[in-house]
Structures are given as C-alpha cells and as structure tokens.
C-alpha cells in the first residue's frame, strides 16, 4: 500500500482531525445559512427582506450551536490555566451574538438586515478564533478525548440534551475513554454540586490526574471501598479568585 494512501487512512481515523472536522462542519453551515439569508436584502420602499427565515436560523441554528460550543468546547478548555482567559472571552462574544439575535428577532425588516450583517461579522471573528486556537488547545490537553468532544458536540448539535449524569459507571465506558468523560462531566459543574463516580478498583491514578490539574477544587469522598464496587463522590469546590 502506497505511503500516501497510508497516511489518508490514518488521518481520517485520527480523532484530533475528527474532531476538527465535526466542528468544521458546524462552522460552515452557519456561515453559509447566515450568507444565503442576508444576502436576500430589502429593497427601496419594501419589506422583501426575509427576516422572518433570518430568525428561526439564528434561533434553532446559531444558538444552539454557542449552547453546545458552551458545553463541549468552553467548558473542559476553561479546566486549563493557558486557556481560561480565551474561553472567558469566547462566553462574552456568545453573550454578545444572543444579544444581537434578541435584537434581531424584535427588529423590522430593514434593521434585521443591519442586525444581521453585524452578527456575521462578530460570528466569523468568534468562529475563526475557536478554529485556529481553541481547538489545538483542546485537542492538547490530555484530560480531553477528541472522539469524546466530536460525538457529544454531534449529540447536542443534533437536538439531544446535554448528558447531566449524578453518576458515571466508568465500567461501562471504553478503556481511553474513562478519564476524559469523568473530566467532562467535572467541567460541567457548577461549585457545590457533585456526581458519583463508580469503578471495578480503587481509582487513585484518576486522583493523581485530579490533584496535577485541579488542585485544591475539587472534593473526594468515598461513599464505598470495596471489595467489587468504589463509589467516589466527586464535587467541584467554590475556589476565590
């Protein structure tokens, strides 16, 4: 088999280029969804300008997409100190496009068209910015399964609800797969709350991870020890900046 077919192969199957892609993929339907409707602009003395399309699209199209970016992209990356200040910028940018869809869905036809050329500019900044820096970070981190963060983007882009679990049974979960879902399921915690997590073993390494990336915020509470079952209470703690 020749290098070069080799070497497709492995990338289309490698999850780092998978998960790119999937996010990709998102980006450009709204660009393009976002394009197709403004460039229907109004006319001199009509009302021709199809808002009406412009703001579902941007109500069951763009928002869920920044709710999802919220969760399986903002998220695990606001884990990591080298990313905290970006992810914070990106929730204020989503913040600012939910703003300007409210503003759309309230506006006539002829300020929808002015509203909607402003949220594809903001949008094409925001998303170039995940695409050329927050994913390689993403896709570095080692508490961060890219086949994980694509099937749960997938998921929520898709119309399933966010997975909110109280317990994770890592016994049912693929070995490589564990720890990246524990660490997602952490990064979707407010401070106070807390899930179970049950394993076949005592997970100490899983601590260690825990101590290396989120010392002194997170809680450990085994609730059982043994002999077949540990159940550990894992909480994120409230923590001053």
């Known amino acids: 088999m020749p290098a070069a077919e080799i070497f497709i192969r492995a990338t289309e199957t490698d999850p780092d280029v998978i ?32 808002s009406a399309e412009l703001v579902d699209f941007c109500l069951h199209e763009l928002r869920p997409y920044l709710v999802a970016a919220g969760r399986d992209l903002y998220a695990p990356a606001a884990e990591a100190a080298d990313t905290r200040l970006l992810v914070d910028a990106l929730r204020i940018g989503s913040v600012a ?3 300007q869809i409210d503003d759309l869905a309230a506006a006539g036809a002829v300020d929808a068209f002015r509203i909607s050329v402003a949220i594809a500019a903001a949008l094409n900044v925001h998303l170039q910015i995940e695409e050329s820096v927050l994913l390689p970070a993403l896709t570095g981190m080692r508490s ?35 720890h990246p879902r524990v660490f997602a399921r952490y990064a979707g915690l407010a401070a106070g709350e807390a899930f179970i997590l049950v394993n076949s073993h005592d997970p100490k390494p899983l601590r260690q991870e825990f101590e290396a990336i989120h010392s002194g915020a997170f809680s450990w509470d085994y609730l059982q020890t043994g002999p077949e079952e540990w159940r550990v209470r894992i909480g994120r703690v409230a923590v001053d900046d």
């Not at 996010?23 to 300008?49: C, I, K, M, S, Y």
């Open 19 to 50: 998960a790119r892609s999937v996010v990709r993929e998102a980006h450009e339907r709204l660009r393009a969804g976002l394009a197709e409707l403004t460039n229907a602009h109004p006319v001199a003395g009509g009302d021709q300008f199809a």
């Open 97 to 99: 496009l939910n703003a």
């Open 144 to 178: 961060v399964d890219p086949s994980l963060l694509a099937a749960d983007l997938r998921a929520c882009l898709a119309g399933e609800q966010a997975e909110e679990s109280t317990v994770i049974d890592v016994r049912k979960i693929a070995r490589g797969g564990r």
